[in-house]
Each structure stands twice: as structure tokens, then as C-alpha cells.
């Protein structure tokens, strides 16, 4: 079917910057939205950004003018450019994506990858 498959995780010091990158797989057909979470430590998953198909972006107020998503059509990729890290940006960070597949017929879904560790800490 689909599968998601983020990487680019990793622990960085506070002010640095971490690129994250997310590729859906599979017999897709189009891409509407797709997005970034993450999962603080002892927390709920919560939105960091989002993309629609036409580049549409919205950003969580606590990461506005220090993130940036894009995304590259051609190759069913999103990515999220972290910069000026802080400690409170630490958590899992899942790629999300609402996708369109042919499996016989279409069929419509909302995918979710593995999610990857970010750790900003000195």
C-alpha cells in the first residue's frame, strides 16, 4: 500500500539546526495535505507544520519564523528545515500525509511514519 519513511533526527545543541525529511511509498496517486507533529516527553502529539498540495503552509505559534516546510511533489517528499533549536523543541516527530493510492480501486487514507527522535540539549 503507502508507507511513510522519515529521517534526519539526531541530537543538537540549543541554536543549532536538524533538516527532516519524510518520502511516501507506494502505488499513490496524488498527495493533498501533509504535515509534521512531534511528541514531547510526556506529552501529546501536537502539529508543528503543514502543507497543502498548492503550498499552503500553516506553523504552530511556538515554531513560527524558526521552521520552515516544503515539500517536493515529483518526489511524494516533505521536509522540515529546523533552525535556532530550542531544549523545548525535543520529542518524536511524526511525518503525517493524506494520501490518494490505487489498490484495485482508490482509496483515500491518512498515513502516519515511525517518527524520529529530535533531542536538542547542551
Known amino acids: 500500500q503507502v508507507q511513510l519513511v522519515e529521517s534526519g533526527g539526531g541530537l543538537v545543541q540549543p541554536g543549532g539546526s536538524l533538516r527532516l525529511s519524510c518520502a511516501a511509498s507506494g502505488s499513490i496517486f496524488s498527495i493533498y495535505a501533509m504535515g509534521w507533529y512531534r511528541q514531547p516527553p510526556g506529552k501529546e502529539r501536537e502539529l508543528v507544520a503543514s502543507?497543502?498540495?498548492?503550498?499552503?503552509?500553516n506553523y504552530a505559534d511556538s515554531v513560527k519564523g524558526r521552521f520552515t516546510i516544503s515539500r517536493d511533489n515529483a518526489k511524494n517528499s516533505v521536509f522540515l528545515q529546523m533552525n535556532s533549536l530550542k531544549p523545548e523543541d525535543t520529542g518524536v516527530y511524526y511525518c503525517?500525509?493524506?494520501?490518494?493510492?490505487?489498490?484495485?480501486?482508490?482509496?483515500?487514507?491518512?498515513?502516519w511514519g515511525q517518527g524520529t527522535q529530535v533531542t536538542v540539549s547542551s
Open positions: 503525517n500525509a493524506q494520501i490518494k493510492y490505487f489498490s484495485g480501486s482508490y482509496y483515500s487514507g491518512d498515513y
Open positions: 502543507i497543502t498540495s498548492d503550498n499552503s503552509t
